[in-house]
């Protein structure tokens, strides 16, 4: 079993950023790729990164490559989701979740847990 929780989001104006922060729990942090999802209203949920269990290997959607940078940090069991240049199509609900393969996967069927999600809002 694992527990994730999200933090870190909020209201930011176009061009911000923000650092969202997801604290895992329950197993071994170190042993599976995380990916960070996103769902805005009315949309589907869509991969935004994910990383791979050792952190040597990351993988970004086209849409926020160049602008958002995913990592983490073994000693605190914490993955960071960077996000600069924000934009108003950033606006959605932000989800992390833990991988059932090592290696990163934009496919949401590979992910097992989740944590409830933390709402990042951008004003235009």
């Known amino acids: 079993q694992v527990q994730l929780v999200e933090s870190g989001g909020g209201l930011v104006q176009a061009g911000g950023s923000l650092r969202l922060s997801c604290a895992a729990s329950?197993?071994?942090?170190?042993?599976?790729?995380m990916g960070w999802f996103r769902q805005a209203p009315g949309k589907e949920r869509e991969f935004v990164a994910a990383?791979?269990?050792?952190?040597?290997?990351?993988y970004y959607a086209d849409s926020v490559k160049g602008r958002f940078a995913i990592w983490r940090d073994g000693t605190k069991n914490t993955l960071y989701l960077q996000m600069n240049s924000l934009n108003f199509e950033d606006t959605a609900v932000y989800y992390c979740?833990?991988?059932?393969?090592?290696?990163?996967?934009?496919?949401?069927?590979?992910?097992?847990?989740w944590g409830q999600g933390t709402q990042v809002t951008v004003s235009s």
């Open positions: 329950g197993r071994t942090f170190s042993s599976y790729a």
């Open positions: 990383i791979s269990w050792s952190g040597g290997s990351t």
């Open positions: 979740a833990t991988s059932l393969a090592s290696k990163c996967t934009s496919d949401s069927s590979k992910y097992n847990y």
